[in-house]
């Protein structure tokens, strides 16, 4: 068997933590996958899996060679897409990344607008709240918000989000508008314990602010919700509330205090040289979010 | 308390207001221009071409400054007033947006 199939056995071993689904995916007899990986083993020299009665699990040497083995079949495939004009017709599968709730919000409605527009394609999204690397984790196209460190990567600005304090007018009407951002210890706050959640919230011109938070919510949502119900104050990413402020039910509070917008960006490896695949969906992504008026 | 001012911001939000649809699209597209260029975003010009703000106190100073009459004025000061609008910003809003009015 050559190495690069014994490589997708491996990789399929390791994604479905089973010889016999693997089998039966890859329409192979389970000894035959049994026998691939143990040659795979023999070749490198170490483990790559433990076996139980129930379960398979990568070693730690098996995880790193599976991440090398996913980089090395995806430019496989790079460079049969290549050979085989896929760089001049987006063709195969786009893996998308962004923030959670911005990859929900703004960016499952560009991919399937996409996906419309060209049916010979698949797309898998990948929305979480934290840095992905693209290149080692099969990315495409990442939608980051935040400034960036330098990269090898190719960046287009696509808008900017603000960090803001907000809260139902029912609130304000009941206690009152806080109008600096010591006023916040008065008030009460639902604060998001995840990405963004500090007990101290900073502002422009250097002013920090040590809040007493009397409800903490491990989401975004959930403290949202504690706001629009009129509950309290909560700070979010603007974008995360965009219907609610255009509707009214919630309101900002402190915009002179704010720190500087975030730049939001569209990255993606190999510049002018992506494929089609990858164009097609920046052409359309930039063209989209740049377009979006809560986002510009 | 941090006193509310009638910036260059809330002055363009009021303009927008207080800008119907008889203007010239020519005046409305410099109108948006100067907005953007003081940091609104769209969703927020469109918003104060709605009379509102995603801003509290903002969209109490647009609400009083497109306020009709004796009566609907007296109520948006003083709700204003609550929200930490002080009764000189008031009247410069108040001033502000007769004149733009009547321009």
């Given at each position: 068997m050559d190495r690069w199939q014994a490589m997708r056995i491996f990789v399929r071993v390791a994604e479905t933590g089973s010889f016999a689904d693997t089998a039966r995916q890859l329409n192979m007899s389970a000894p035959a996958v049994t026998r691939a990986i143990a040659a795979l083993e023999d070749l490198i020299g170490a483990r790559l899996f433990v076996r139980t009665t129930r379960s398979v699990r990568l070693t730690e040497a098996g995880g790193r060679y599976c991440q090398d083995c996913r980089r090395i079949l995806s430019d496989i495939a790079e460079a049969e897409a290549s050979a085989g004009g896929s760089y001049a017709t987006p063709s195969g599968t786009l893996t998308v990344t962004a923030a959670s709730l911005?990859?929900?919000m703004h960016?499952?409605?560009?991919?399937?607008?996409y996906l419309d527009s060209h049916p010979a394609m698949s797309a898998s999204t990948f929305f979480v709240d934290r840095p992905v690397n693209i290149v080692e984790e099969g990315v495409d196209v990442a939608i980051r918000i935040g400034h960036l460190?330098?990269?090898?990567?190719?960046?287009v600005r696509v808008g900017s989000v603000r960090r803001i304090v907000c809260g139902a007018p029912a609130y304000f009407e009941a206690r009152g508008v806080p109008t600096v951002p010591a006023d916040l210890r008065e008030h009460r706050i639902?604060?998001?314990?995840?990405?963004?959640?500090?007990p101290e919230w900073r502002f422009g011109r250097d002013q920090r602010v040590t809040i007493h938070a009397a409800l903490q919510c491990n989401t975004n949502d959930a403290a949202i919700e504690a706001a629009m119900a009129g509950w309290g104050l909560t700070r979010v990413l603007h974008y995360q509330i965009g219907p609610a402020l255009v509707e009214g039910r919630l309101q900002i509070v402190l915009g002179d205090y704010e720190e500087p917008p975030l730049p939001i960006h569209v990255l993606y490896p190999e510049g002018r040289h992506a494929p089609a695949k990858v164009r097609a969906f920046v052409d359309l992504a930039v063209a989209r979010l740049r377009a979006n008026r809560l986002l510009n | 308390m941090a006193a509310f001012t009638l910036d260059a911001r809330t002055r363009v939000a009021i303009e927008l207001?207080?800008?119907?649809?008889g203007h010239e699209p020519l005046d409305r597209h410099r109108q948006e221009a100067r907005a953007s260029a003081l940091g609104l975003s769209g969703a927020e010009i469109d918003a104060a071409r709605r009379g509102r703000s995603f801003d509290v106190q903002t969209s109490i100073a647009l609400a009083l400054a497109t306020a009709n009459g004796d009566e609907e004025r007296r109520r948006h000061r003083a709700r204003a007033l609550k929200a930490g609008i002080g009764a000189d910003a008031c009247r410069e809003?108040?001033?502000f947006a007769d004149r733009f009015a009547a321009a």
């Open positions: 911005f990859g929900q960016v499952v409605p560009i991919v399937t607008e460190a330098d990269s090898g990567l190719t960046a639902a604060a998001a314990t995840g990405a963004w959640g500090s | 207001a207080l800008t119907t649809d809003i108040e001033t």
